[in-house]
């Protein structure tokens, strides 16, 4: 099943997020979802790959609400507080 569909998967990924390396692991998640849910998935309710396809936007989606997180707080830009000046701060206390 991999190797079916991880080509489509990943060009799905690839256009919505940009980023080869990022895309390359949603699409690893994706896999991975699969494997985890193919007991969940019901043949009558949808076609396979329909069903990958959506566990494939589900990931984009988690990706991208972390990445808007991620830049609301600040991570990965500059450390929130200077450890350094902390601990002088503590010091100042006592």
Do not use: C
């Not at 099943?1 to 990943?10: K, N």
């Not at 808007?68 to 929130?80: D, H």
Request: net charge positive; aromatic share 10%.
């Amino acid at each position: 099943l991999y190797r079916r569909y991880v080509d489509r998967i990943t060009r799905y990924v690839g256009r919505r997020i940009m980023s080869r390396h990022e895309a390359e692991d949603v699409t690893a998640q994706v896999f991975l979802s699969m494997v985890r849910g193919v007991r969940k998935w019901k043949r009558n309710e949808a076609p396979f790959i329909a069903w990958i396809y959506r566990l494939a936007t589900n990931a984009v989606v988690s990706w991208s609400r972390r990445q808007k997180l991620r830049s609301w707080i600040g991570l990965g830009t500059e450390p929130a507080v200077d450890v350094g000046d902390a601990s002088e701060e503590v010091e100042e206390l006592q």
